[in-house]
Nanobody, 126 residues
Framework: QLQFVESGGGLVQPGGSLRLSCTAS????????IGWFRQAPGKEREGVSC????????NYADSVKGRFTISRDNAKNTVYLQMNSLKPEDTAIYYC???????????????????WGKGTLVTVSP
């Protein structure tokens, strides 16, 4: 059974940190670029970050550059999102998603992702 499970969300104060994890079971992430997306209440889903198959390439939304870091451990079939200096506007449900790729590039178009997790809630509030 294919599963893609996020964890690590929760309530944190502004300026705090969280680390999200996304673990796949039933399939390997070795051939996939992985993206983190988020959807805040009343807003459309947006891409946050993407990492290539090897981890050698990454990209970030302008709103999180310098604060968030994406990484992956293919041996553990897991991708991480380290979130520092969190702001109230980071409050959202965070989803990870995988897209099978031929090359090693960090491209994660939301309408082309093959697998999605169910999301984990991050709330940034005093």
């Amino acid at each position: 059974q294919l599963q893609f499970v996020e964890s690590g969300g929760g309530l944190v104060q502004p300026g705090g940190s969280l680390r999200l994890s996304c673990t796949a079971s039933g399939f390997t992430l070795d051939y996939s670029a992985i993206g983190w997306f988020r959807q805040a209440p009343g807003k459309e889903r947006e891409g946050v970050s993407c990492i290539s198959r090897s981890g050698g390439s990454t990209n970030y939304a302008d709103s999180v550059k310098g604060r968030f870091t994406i990484s992956r451990d293919n041996a553990k079939n897991t991708v991480y999102l380290q979130m520092n200096s969190l702001k109230p506007e980071d409050t959202a449900i965070y989803y990870c998603a995988a897209v099978i790729t031929v090359g090693d590039y960090a491209r994660c178009p939301s309408d082309r992702m093959d697998y999605w997790g169910k999301g984990t809630l991050v709330t940034v509030s005093p």
